[in-house]
């Protein structure tokens, strides 16, 4: 049975508000990074309850405003023989809830002051809480944005303290939105846009995640450096070009144990939308390693295409990845792929291999069944891209050695979830997953299982 051992008033509040908005419409979709919003287009419009929330003006020219905003998740997780029955725990059923609540200052053209606190909550899972499910209450942003060109196609914005992170499609840089605890860092970002161009740069100390209140610690070292660039081309798509720089005193790969300080540059071209549509992603590393020098490299592609004309708006993919792992032990080089900061679900919604030392064949369909309800069903077929090299979990951890097997297919995960919004502001969102295991895993663990997941979660936002 679980039971629930933490309470915070002052957040169960905003479940009260999100049933009274849930009944209005509402003209702008919710953004991944909450900060990304804008509600200034209310300055004129109609003062209705949640209108002066998304925009209460302070000043009488209405140039000084505030938006509030938040979210309730509750999410509960069954999971049978999670990591291939190796912890021997069988069944372990659990509930994780995540709320949060932001307020938005806005000054005049050139300031801001966004501020969010979250808490995150996991009760029942048979051994403990794991670091992405539970941070009892943090302040996950705290910023101050100053803009020193602020035209018509042309913007400059300095902005400092602590923020979210998300590039791309997740796969080095991501706020982790799948998992209960979402990461931040703590820097300072310069971003430029001009038309149809738009430029980040970063320098960020990473935050450590701890389960209490208010008591996440920031690492006082550069962690976490680059510049991330994108480029609209109309009659292409998009493209994204990225250098990624990373400091870590302790990493741990099936290498060993060594300071690392790793470099990424890459590339990403890709269109979303009607017909085809693709995603081509390519990254290169390099660095030190303790006393070996980093040489590792990933790339990934993904295409499809959307028949927006058909009934129940089909789409079909068809996705493969190289990520390179360990080539030999005690050579001077590191082949292992880092992913840095990556999302948990990027191959699939709970996936028990992560993306280091891999290649996958991944196709997989979406429908829409009606205008709310939305159907996506994958199969991922896995295996170790080096033999001397093992397998790792979604954060790019080390979860399993593998040089000591000459297997190599690591098992096959079969996916299906079903999204149903009841209105922009409720989704109830529910999946399975069936990882059937490969050779690969059961020489390395003894009476290795298939694993099976499921979830179901209900979120409302406002």
């Not at 069988?90 to 949060?100: A, E, I």
């Not at 801001?112 to 943090?138: C, M, T, W």
């Not at 190599?408 to 979830?417: D, V």
């Amino acid at each position: 049975m679980l039971k629930s051992s933490h309470s915070i008033p002052l957040l169960k509040i905003t479940i009260l508000a999100f049933f009274c908005f849930s009944g209005i419409f509402w003209a702008q979709s919710f953004k991944l990074l909450r900060y990304d919003e804008n509600y200034e287009y209310l300055k004129d419009s109609a003062g209705t309850f949640y209108n002066r929330v998304k925009f209460f003006p302070l000043d009488e020219k209405k140039d000084v405003y505030l938006s509030f905003g938040g979210e309730a998740r509750y999410e509960y997780v069954d999971f049978n023989n999670e990591d291939w029955g190796r912890q021997n725990i069988g069944h372990n059923n659990f509930l994780l809830q995540r709320y949060d609540l932001h307020a938005d200052l806005h000054i005049g053209k050139n300031f801001r002051v966004f501020s969010q606190i979250r808490s995150a909550l996991q009760n029942g899972r048979k051994n403990g809480s794991r670091g992405i499910d539970e941070d009892q209450l943090s302040i996950q942003n705290l910023f101050i944005d100053a803009n020193v060109i602020h035209k018509n196609n042309q913007k400059l914005t300095f902005r400092i303290g602590r923020q979210e992170l998300d590039y791309g499609s997740g796969r080095l840089i991501s706020v982790r939105e799948g998992p209960n605890a979402r990461l931040s860092f703590t820097g300072a970002k310069v971003m430029f846009t001009h038309e149809n161009v738009s430029v980040d740069a970063f320098a960020m100390m990473a935050d450590s995640i701890n389960t209490g209140v208010f008591d996440n610690k920031i690492s006082k070292q550069l962690n976490l450096w680059g510049t991330y660039a994108k480029i609209i081309i109309p009659a292409a798509g998009n493209l994204d070009l990225y250098y990624l720089g990373i400091r870590r005193d302790e990493s741990v790969f099936e290498a060993g144990t060594a300071r690392e300080k790793r470099h990424t540059i890459g590339g990403r071209l890709w269109k979303y939308g009607g017909g085809f549509i693709y995603n081509l992603e390519a990254a290169y590393q390099f660095g030190t390693f303790g006393n070996d020098n980093i040489r590792a490299w990933t790339g990934s592609v993904d295409i499809g295409y959307l028949f927006e004309n058909v009934k129940f708006k089909p789409s079909i993919n068809l996705r493969n990845d190289y990520i390179s792992g360990d080539k030999s032990k005690g050579d001077g080089k590191l082949n292992t792929f880092n992913p840095l900061y990556p999302k948990g679900g990027y191959f699939g919604f709970s996936p028990q291999v992560g993306p280091v030392n891999l290649i996958d064949i991944h196709p997989y369909a979406t429908l829409d069944l009606t205008s709310k309800l939305k159907m996506q069903a994958d199969v991922v077929f896995n295996w170790r891209y080096s033999l001397n090299d093992g397998v790792y979990r979604p954060s790019g951890v080390l979860n399993r050695p593998g040089s000591s097997s000459d297997k190599r297919y690591i098992g096959t995960a079969y996916l299906m979830n079903f999204t149903y919004s009841f209105s922009r502001y409720i989704s109830l969102v529910s999946g399975i997953q069936y990882f059937r295991k490969g050779e690969f895993i059961e020489d390395i663990i003894p009476n290795a299982k298939s694993g099976i997941f499921y979830n179901i979660r209900l979120g409302f936002k406002f």
